[in-house]
């Protein structure tokens, strides 16, 4: 079982991406959408990402999604993951010490999964960028269509 966690403010295509890549690879996927406390409050609420990762991830049957707040290793632990999944085209290298570390705490191993050339430039602060700067048509273009709704109400709301 593979688990992918990440804050999800909001999920995208690329996550989506490594969302299949990984429901392709491993007999299951948990998504967890975890509150990342280094993080600003963020567009949406941990409650609202979580229905939004659960209904873009709708079409694969081996993939759920749930909200955690902690350390990933041990909602990994509970779960019984055995591997984690991160995208390989970030270029941080936290992401690379977050793996070792985890390793060590958990034993589990961070497996790197390569983004597709179309969605390698999207995160999830680029469509806040873009929002905020009025730009909803074009962030919609980079998410799964119950995120481009909820990006169209979360606009008229602003």
């Keep these: 079982m593979a688990l992918y966690a990440g804050s999800f403010d909001p ?3 690329g996550h989506l991406g490594v969302i299949e890549h990984a429901a392709r690879t491993y007999e299951s996927v ?3 959408v975890v509150a990342n406390p280094e993080k600003s409050a963020g567009m949406f609420r941990p409650e609202e990402r979580l229905r939004l ?8 049957p081996t993939v759920r ?4 707040y902690g350390l990933t290793v041990a909602l990994a632990r509970r779960e019984g993951a055995t591997v ?3 995208a390989a085209h970030k270029e ?3 992401e690379f010490s977050m793996a070792a570390m985890n390793r060590v705490l958990a ?4 497996v790197f999964v390569p983004a597709d050339a179309r969605t390698r430039t999207i995160s999830s602060s680029l469509i806040r960028q873009l929002v905020d700067v009025g730009e909803v048509r074009t962030a919609q273009q980079l998410v799964p269509a119950c995120v481009q709704q909820a990006l169209a109400d979360v606009t008229t709301i602003v």
């Design 11 to 13: 999920i995208h295509l």
């Design 84 to 86: 984690l999944v991160r």
């Design 92 to 94: 941080r290298g936290n």
């Design 107 to 110: 034993e589990i191993p961070t």
């Design 65 to 68: 999604s749930v909200h955690f």
């Design 30 to 32: 948990v998504v967890a």
């Design 53 to 60: 990762a659960t209904e873009a991830t709708a079409h694969l």
